[in-house]
């Protein structure tokens, strides 16, 4: 059973570039959580799906960043412009549902850098 | 100010040697949940405590959940070097539908 996927692995761009991350979450899972990570903030949630609805997009760090969940099976995180201080690796994880018991699974996530 | 404290930082130690790590809140949660993540990959649960001191053990690790539900600890015995990696603890409410983590414990277990 193939886990979350996320794509690409490695990301470098300029500054001022637009950056598009994705993620196919596992098969028959209603949850999607995009998360954040570096080394001074540890693991931020970003944004958290339910059956493709955006649920809380309060740790969305500004008008810049951007989420979409067009169908079950797919999801994009959108940064425009990006700058270097949103070089961090971010993660894409899965879940059946939204319970406080509910296993997260993550993505093997994506290093981002902007030069 | 992180919501959930975990102590120590950092945490480097020989093969052999028995270890605690604690996560520490001024938050009652429902539930705790405790990560590992290795290099380069994403974190991967270890465990769910859901009762104010539940003892859970997965082989030589023991979880515990405090009485008041606001801190939780992991005991590793007889550390191996691969129990290196960073450890996450995560707090959740009912409904809430989302955690928040903590800052992390990395551990290396030298052979």
């Known amino acids: 059973d193939a886990g979350v996927i996320q794509s690409p692995r490695h990301e470098v761009t300029e500054m001022g570039q637009e950056v598009t991350l994705r993620c196919k979450p596992i098969s028959g899972h209603n949850s999607l959580f995009w998360y954040r990570q570096t080394m001074m903030r540890g693991l931020e949630l970003l944004i958290y799906f339910n059956n493709n609805v955006p649920i809380d997009d309060s740790g969305m760090p500004e008008d810049r960043f951007s989420a979409k969940m067009p169908n079950a099976s797919f999801s994009t995180l959108k940064i425009q412009p990006s700058e270097p201080r949103d070089s961090a690796v971010y993660f894409c994880?899965?879940?059946?549902?939204?319970?406080?018991?509910?296993?997260?699974?993550f993505g093997p996530g994506t290093r981002l850098t902007v030069l | 100010t992180q919501l959930l404290e975990q102590s120590p930082q950092f945490l480097s130690i020989q093969e052999g040697e028995n270890l605690t790590v604690y996560c520490n809140s001024s938050s009652v949660f429902s539930s705790l949940q405790w990560y590992r993540q290795e290099p380069g990959e994403g974190p991967v649960l270890l465990v769910t405590?859901?009762?104010?001191?539940e003892v859970k053990k997965l082989k030589r690790l023991t979880f515990q959940f405090g009485d008041a539900r606001k801190d939780s600890s992991l005991h590793i015995t007889a550390a191996q070097p691969g129990d290196t990696g960073l450890y996450l603890c995560a707090g959740a409410w009912t409904n809430a539908g989302k955690s928040t983590f903590g800052d992390g414990t990395t551990l290396t277990v030298k052979p």
């Open positions: 994880a899965s879940s059946q549902g939204t319970g406080d018991t509910d296993t997260q699974y």
């Open positions: 405590v859901v009762t104010g001191g």
